[in-house]
């Protein structure tokens, strides 16, 4: 049981970065991922088998939706990122999903050309 919490510093990127100029994210940093489609940061959670709860912490500085594909194990769910005002407006989307025992595979892709709003974690609470 509980909430683990999982850097975007520590995860899987693909076509991104980690950077820290915008001041408010956990960690050292935070995940700015290429505007572009396809671009994804993905980590390996521990869970039980059963329900939980994801919480995505992101920012997005635009107006503009960033809908993205969250897929755990490779199911897909879709996820959007709505704007947050600035770039430091850290904000949590949740989401319910079902875990394995032992090791699970979390990934967010962007849906669109502008990519990913920037992350900063993924907690699991069980
Ligand atoms: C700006 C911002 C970045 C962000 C990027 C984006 O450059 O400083 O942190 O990732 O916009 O549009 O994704």
Do not use: K
């Amino acid at each position: 049981g509980g909430t683990t919490r999982y850097e975007a510093e520590a995860a899987t990127i693909s076509q991104g970065a980690v950077e820290s100029n915008h001041a408010g994210h956990s960690g050292t940093g935070f995940v700015n991922s290429d505007n572009v489609a396809g671009c994804y940061t993905e980590w390996t959670v521990t869970g039980t088998a059963g329900a939980a709860t994801l919480g995505v912490r992101f920012a997005n500085g635009t107006t503009a939706d960033r809908p993205a594909t969250i897929t755990v194990n490779g199911s897909p769910i879709t996820q959007n990122f709505p704007g947050t005002g600035t770039w430091t407006g850290w904000t949590t989307a949740t989401l319910p999903v079902t875990l394995n025992a032992g090791a699970n595979t979390v990934r967010i892709t962007a849906n669109t050309a502008n990519g990913n709003p920037n992350l900063d974690y993924l907690e699991v609470t069980q």
